[in-house]
């Protein structure tokens, strides 16, 4: 017995593939690392700046976890491209089915006329003999 599999359209595709990437994702931590380093000081000072309710805040990051912050502030851009591929493709998925129903719609209103069209010929018919 064979087994039928609904087929996917591109967009389903990449969509699954795009999630499937999303479940990789390890920590992230959204802001920006900024090295800062005083006129007075030989040593750069790490920050962390981020936004809260339209507010810039900035945390002191530690040098020994600065690697670490980094790797994170990667990861959340990283999260961001997949999130608007994905929004994307859900997108393009919408757009596909409105028109798929549309089409569908459109077929069955010219099947519908065209059968109107056979039944009054076929009675028009019926009525001169």
């Not at 800062?36 to 000081?41: A, E, L």
Request: aromatic share 6%.
């Amino acid at each position: 017995m064979k087994t039928t599999k609904a087929i996917k359209n591109r967009f389903d595709q990449k969509r699954a593939a795009q999630l499937k990437q999303l479940s990789k994702i390890g920590p992230f931590v959204e802001g920006s690392l900024v090295g800062v380093q005083h006129p007075s000081c030989k040593h750069v000072a790490w920050r962390l700046t981020f936004k809260v309710k339209g507010k810039t805040r900035t945390v002191y990051v530690p040098v020994d976890m600065v690697r670490e912050i980094k790797e994170w502030t990667r990861e959340y851009r990283r999260l961001k491209t997949l999130i608007r591929r994905v929004t994307r493709n859900g997108l393009a998925l919408i757009h596909g089915h409105v028109a798929a129903r549309r089409a569908a719609s459109r077929a069955q209103r010219l099947s519908m006329k065209a059968l109107a069209g056979n039944c009054s010929r076929s009675s028009a018919i019926a009525s001169r003999k």
